[in-house]
């Protein structure tokens, strides 16, 4: 999918998990986070990650649960007393607390793995393609700092393998230099040749260097956009007036977002192969905004209760409306847009 598409499903995902607390809301989103990771390719750029999401998922409900109960001392349906005076810790701890523990814990689980399927469905260009071009150089810089970690770990990969054809074996640190010392001297020769390929393609060169002077007005744009909003701040927080809040705000937005335009004018981008349009992105948008509807537009009918349920005082089953169960279900936008682009195939 276009990255654009895939911005607008991970705001629904945050806007979704973080604008609920019933437990059978947060089960449903997470289900079809996992679906949305289960069906997508993984990208052969990324690095394989060194433990399943899933899993930690599980280890932060857990650890959520455990934190609330024993911390918060709260409900009526007790299972057991810890005695004594140990600060947050004596007290009844109650099957409400251990259940509104978990309850956070499912949101932040699934705030993860919403940040990880956004991260692993992406190629790493598009991540740094993000990157507003006033910002060329940190783009630059990024682009660098996130290939550096693959190519040392497949440098290292083949370094250990050379070794162990020739009868080493990782036995203590002692067997730990054959494996350093040519990984060392690899990366600086990488970095020679960076080095050297930045110069001749003109990297920081003079000439940008003499254009800086143009730069005084879209950097002057940007301060006085930064001041303004400042000002509209506390202005908003002072409670003094809202609409001339409001105007400061919203000069200083529009003031920010001329100075980034016009400093990336001097920075054209140009992609081999740029990313296209599709009917499965538009339908991805619009199951996007379904969801962002569903979460945070009023239903008729559906009070906050609905929402942000709470166990509190005493444990009962938390309501569920079939129109927000509907609309959680535009979660699997990425999913049934890639099957509708490969059937269209």
Partial sequence: MHTWAWLAWLASALAALSATRNPLYLLLGLTCLALVGVGQPRDESHLPSPFSPWKFGLVLVGLAAGFNALTSHYGESILFTIPGKLPLLSGAVTLEALLYGATNGLALAGLLGAFWIFAR??????????????????????????????????????????????????????????????????????????????????????????????????????LAGLLLLGAGWMVLLGGWSKPASGLMLGG????????????????????????????????CVAEALLVLGVTLLPLPGLGAE???????????????????????LGLLGPLLGQGRSESAK
């Fill in 121 to 222: 469905a992406l190629p790493v260009r598009a991540l740094i393609g993000l990157i507003p071009r006033a910002f060329y150089p940190l783009a630059t810089v990024t682009a660098i700092a996130v290939t550096y970690l693959p190519a040392t770990l497949r440098q290292f990969q083949q370094i250990r393998e050379a070794q162990a054809v020739r009868g080493h074996a990782l036995r203590g640190l002692r067997d730990w230099p054959p494996l350093f010392m040519p990984l060392l001297v690899g990366g600086l020769e990488r970095a020679m040749q960076l080095a050297e390929a930045m110069t001749a393609r003109g990297f920081a060169s003079l000439g940008e260097q003499a254009g800086l002077h143009r730069q005084t007005a879209p950097r002057l744009a940007l």
């Fill in 252 to 283: 200083g937005a529009g003031l920010i977002l001329a100075g980034l335009w016009a400093l990336g004018r001097r920075y054209p981008r140009s992609s081999y192969r740029p990313p296209r349009w599709r009917g499965s992105d538009t339908l």
């Fill in 306 to 328: 609905g929402l942000w349920y709470t166990p509190y005082p005493k444990l009962a089953l938390p309501p569920f409306d079939w129109r927000v169960g509907v609309g959680l």
